[in-house]
C-alpha cells in the first residue's frame, strides 16, 4: 500500500563554505530569508504538502539547528534529528537516514526553496515505478563571453556572441525508495551524481520529473542568496 504521507529526509549538514563569511556564525539552511530561516520556509512547504514527518540530517553548527526547531511542535510537524561529527557530503548524509525510512520518501537538499505542487511528483513517480525521481527545471543563462568554434587547424568556423544556454537542471528535490541506500558505500565521500550513475548502471529506473511555471532558487553562493533574500523580501512587503 503506498504511504499518502511520505517522511521528507532534508540534508543541513553541509559546511557552506562558499557563503563564508555569513557560515561563520550560522549553518547554511538557517541563514535569513526576509523574516524566516531559509529551513523554515522549506518545512513549512513541505507541511503545506501534507508532509507531517521531517528526518533533518545535521553535522556543522547543528546546535543552532536543534535548539531553534526543537521536535517540530511549534509547527505541528514530528522533527527527527541524525547528527554526524563532520559533514559527509549528500550521500553520506543521506545514508544517515537509512534506519529512518521504510518506503517512499523525498529527499530534499537544505539550500534551496521550492513553490510548486509536491503531490504530483508523488504521483508520477509512482506511475512510473520508479526507485528515484529527480526534480528538474528549465534554466538558461546569458554566458558572460563570445564563443568561437574552430576547425583543427584553426579556422574561425562561428562565432557567437555571449549566447544564452540553457537545459534541465536538478533542483535539490527528490523522490526516493529505500533500495536508494544499497548504492550509497559506507565509510567514505562518494559524488551522488555517481550513486545515481551505478543505480542506472544497475538497471534501476531512474526518471525526471519536470517543474513547470516557478522559478528555481538555489541559495549556494552570495549572490544567489541575495537575490533570494530580496525576492522573499518583496513578498514579505506584500503581506504587511
Keep these: 500500500m503506498v504511504p499518502k504521507e511520505p517522511k521528507a529526509v532534508i540534508l543541513a549538514g553541509g559546511m557552506g ?4 563569511p555569513y ?5 547554511k539552511p538557517m541563514l535569513p530569508l526576509a523574516d524566516k530561516p531559509l529551513l523554515e520556509h522549506l518545512i513549512l512547504w513541505l507541511k503545506a504538502n501534507g508532509v507531517n514527518e521531517i528526518i533533518l540530517t545535521v553535522s556543522y553548527m547543528r546546535h543552532v539547528i536543534e535548539s531553534y526547531f526543537g521536535n517540530g511542535n511549534e509547527w505541528n510537524v514530528k522533527i527527527t534529528f541524525i547528527r554526524s561529527n563532520s559533514p559527509l557530503g549528500i550521500s553520506g548524509q543521506l545514508l544517515t537516514a537509512n534506519k529512518s525510512v521504510d518506503s517512499t520518501f523525498y529527499l530534499l537538499y537544505g539550500d534551496s526553496v521550492f513553490d510548486f505542487d509536491l503531490g504530483k511528483m508523488l504521483e508520477f513517480h509512482h506511475k512510473s515505478n520508479a526507485t528515484l525521481t529527480i526534480g528538474v527545471m528549465r534554466h538558461t543563462e546569458r554566458y558572460r563571453y563570445g564563443l568561437i568554434e574552430r576547425a ?5 568556423l562561428s562565432w557567437r556572441e555571449k549566447p544564452e544556454i540553457g537545459g ?10 529505500p533500495r536508494i ?10 559524488g551522488f551524481d555517481r550513486v545515481v550513475s551505478d543505480m ?4 534501476e529506473r531512474v526518471y525526471s520529473y519536470i517543474i513547470e511555471g516557478k522559478e528555481f532558487l538555489d541559495i549556494g553562493d552570495e549572490s544567489s542568496y541575495k537575490r ?6 518583496q513578498k514579505l512587503g506584500k503581506v504587511l
Design 17 to 20: 563554505t562558499r557563503l563564508q
Design 23 to 27: 557560515t561563520f556564525f550560522l549553518p
Design 152 to 156: 583543427d587547424d584553426g579556422r574561425v
Design 168 to 177: 534541465l537542471v536538478n533542483v535539490g528535490c527528490y523522490v526516493a525508495e
Design 181 to 190: 541506500f544499497d548504492y550509497i558505500p559506507p565509510g567514505k565521500m562518494y
Design 200 to 203: 542506472m548502471n544497475s538497471g
Design 228 to 233: 533570494a533574500y530580496n525576492i522573499y523580501l
